[in-house]
């Protein structure tokens, strides 16, 4: 499937192909390219699959340097090829995410995302990350102006270092059904109480209405968990044990690897000051109901 959009960039000219390489140079190591794996352990569910049975089997990734969600995208894609997870750590991934993301965004940034026909990417970026910071942080960096231009300047001077949220989520499944027909849906889980235990369903993103006009019925679901201060420090995006993910998650032993082991809950807690979900994590661990 592909969009009727435009596919020319800023000066009008052809966009460069999105052209992914086995391995990248990130932090100084060689990372793999999740987007270019086969997912042989895909799952297809429907939006009325059941809720979580248990909130407290999350998935938490270890990464807490303001790329939470990012890890959960890799950890998502790594689930989905190797059926479960072998990355002692996904603080590189996340980051090779981010720099796959941006590209993405900045080389469609005057067009409508095939999941969202109303507004342009460049739109939701402003929404999102102009209109949606606080009075002190638009104050700090400067009102974003109302030309594309102009705005991608904005974005480029924070892309590197802004928090995701559910828009990026829209257009990380936008993404990934352009580039390689993966039909991913997330839903997200507001997460409180004892251990995180309770959860209420905040949002489906793509929103059901945009999948059921591209004649989309099944999906691969993902059900995230949103934990810790809404909007504050200490947010901190999980990945639920369920849907299309369910028991694919288990952290595994790598040969010639140290070995990773699950934790209670109380073990990935959230509550730094370092951005949302703290300082950086010790590597993904399954978390497990006490």
């Given at each position: 499937?592909?969009?009727t959009?435009?596919?020319?960039?800023?000066?009008?000219?052809?966009?460069?192909?999105?052209?992914?390489?086995n391995?990248?140079?990130?932090?100084?190591?060689?990372?793999?390219?999740?987007l270019?794996?086969?997912?042989?352990?895909?799952?297809?569910?429907?939006?009325?699959?059941?809720?979580?049975?248990?909130?407290?089997?999350?998935?938490?990734?270890?990464?807490?340097?303001?790329?939470?969600?990012?890890?959960?995208?890799?950890a998502?894609?790594?689930?989905?090829?190797?059926?479960?997870?072998?990355s002692?750590?996904?603080?590189?991934?996340?980051a090779?995410?981010?720099?796959?993301?941006?590209?993405?965004?900045?080389?469609?940034?005057?067009?409508?995302?095939?999941?969202?026909?109303?507004?342009?990417v460049?739109?939701l970026?402003?929404?999102?990350?102009?209109?949606?910071?606080?009075p002190?942080?638009?104050?700090?960096?400067?009102?974003?102006?109302?030309?594309?231009?102009?705005?991608?300047?904005?974005?480029t001077?924070?892309c590197?270092?802004?928090?995701?949220?559910?828009?990026?989520?829209?257009?990380?499944?936008?993404?990934?059904?352009?580039?390689?027909?993966?039909?991913?849906v997330?839903?997200t889980?507001?997460?409180?109480?004892?251990?995180?235990?309770?959860?209420?369903?905040?949002?489906?993103?793509?929103?059901?209405?945009?999948?059921?006009?591209?004649?989309?019925?099944?999906?691969?679901?993902?059900?995230?968990?949103?934990?810790?201060?809404?909007?504050?420090?200490?947010?901190?995006?999980?990945?639920?044990?369920?849907?299309?993910?369910?028991?694919?998650?288990?952290?595994?032993?790598?040969?010639?690897?140290?070995?990773?082991?699950?934790?209670?809950?109380?073990?990935g807690?959230?509550?730094s000051t370092?951005?949302?979900?703290?300082?950086?994590?010790?590597?993904?661990?399954?978390?497990?109901?006490?």
């Open positions: 499937m592909t969009s959009s435009s596919s020319q960039d800023l000066n009008n000219e052809p966009k460069p192909e999105l052209n992914f390489s391995f990248s140079p990130i932090l100084g190591l060689e990372v793999e390219d999740r270019a794996w086969e997912y042989p352990a895909v799952i297809y569910k429907t939006l009325d699959c059941e809720a979580p049975h248990d909130f407290k089997l999350k998935l938490e990734t270890g990464v807490k340097n303001g790329d939470c969600l990012l890890a959960c995208f890799a998502t894609l790594e689930s989905l090829h190797r059926g479960c997870i072998t002692k750590d996904l603080e590189a991934p996340a090779k995410m981010r720099v796959d993301m941006v590209k993405w965004i900045k080389q469609n940034w005057q067009e409508y995302p095939l999941f969202n026909p109303e507004m342009k460049h739109e970026m402003w929404m999102a990350h102009d209109m949606g910071a606080t002190d942080e638009r104050l700090q960096r400067g009102e974003w102006p109302n030309d594309p231009e102009g705005r991608m300047a904005k974005y001077e924070i590197d270092r802004i928090y995701f949220s559910d828009t990026e989520m829209l257009l990380f499944s936008s993404m990934m059904q352009e580039l390689r027909q993966v039909t991913l997330f839903r889980w507001r997460c409180t109480g004892r251990g995180q235990g309770q959860g209420e369903m905040i949002s489906t993103t793509p929103d059901p209405s945009v999948l059921e006009m591209n004649g989309l019925t099944d999906f691969i679901l993902i059900d995230m968990a949103h934990v810790g201060t809404v909007d504050g420090f200490s947010a901190h995006y999980k990945l639920l044990d369920s849907a299309s993910l369910a028991g694919l998650q288990e952290v595994c032993q790598m040969p010639k690897r140290r070995r990773l082991t699950k934790n209670s809950e109380r073990a807690s959230e509550g370092s951005g949302p979900g703290g300082a950086a994590g010790a590597g993904p661990q399954q978390q497990v109901p006490m």
